[in-house]
Nanobody
């Protein structure tokens, strides 16, 4: 499984970005997909996740109401729409794929990771 994240960049506070993650995998709909982020000097943290069918999503409290995770199983792609961006959203954003059951929050639940895309929010 290969995951390729894209869409990061420099944006002013209050702006929006949409991240994409394209998966090279046989059956994309077999994977729960998640987005994580890692700011300089901090641990990688959960941002959002979406179920195999796309019918269930969850997100971290820090981004709730400002982000939307979605997926297109026909295109093997998961998206993260981020609105009203804040300086503290600055981080490298990673997409990840999981075949495991249970909680979606821990990084250990994800089997495959993309290379990350940098989001920088300026004040």
């Amino acid at each position: 499984v290969q995951l390729q994240a894209s869409g990061g960049g420099l944006v002013q506070a209050g702006g929006s970005l949409r991240l994409s993650c394209a998966a090279s995998v046989g059956t994309f709909s077999s994977y729960t997909m998640g987005w994580f982020r890692q700011a300089p000097g901090k641990e990688r943290e959960f941002v959002a996740a979406i179920s195999r069918s796309g019918g269930t999503t969850t997100s971290a409290d820090s981004v709730k109401g400002r982000i939307t995770i979605s997926r297109d199983n026909a295109k093997n792609t998961v998206y993260l729409q981020m609105n009203t961006l804040k300086v503290e959203d600055t981080a490298v954003y990673y997409c990840a794929a999981s075949t495991q059951s249970g909680s979606w929050y821990p990084t250990s639940k994800y089997d495959y990771w993309g290379q990350g895309t940098l989001v920088t929010v300026s004040s």
